[in-house]
């Protein structure tokens, strides 16, 4: 369930520029608190395992380096 969640907020930052806005108005410490809050329960582990698990996925270069792209600006949050 936890890897199911973190692909769909993978999808959603993908898609949504709001979204994103309002996970990058968090401080490191309460993004997880905020995923949760919007629906989404998963670890920093668990995303990294969605992430490999829907690279693998990609047909076209396109997908997996908007994929990429998507998980440096996930890692960036932490920083």
């Known amino acids: 369930m936890a890897i199911q969640d973190a692909m769909k907020f993978i999808r959603e930052s993908q898609k949504n520029r709001e979204f994103r806005k309002e996970i990058n108005q968090c401080e490191p410490n309460q993004i997880f608190d905020k995923m ?3 629906g989404y329960e998963f670890t920093y582990e668990e995303f990294e395992e969605s ?14 380096n908007q994929l990429m792209q998507t998980d440096m600006w996930f890692k960036m949050l932490f920083r």
């Not at 992430?51 to 997996?64: G, L, S, Y």
């Open 36 to 38: 949760k809050e919007l």
């Open 51 to 64: 992430v490999n698990m829907m690279h693998v996925k990609c047909q076209f270069e396109e997908d997996a």
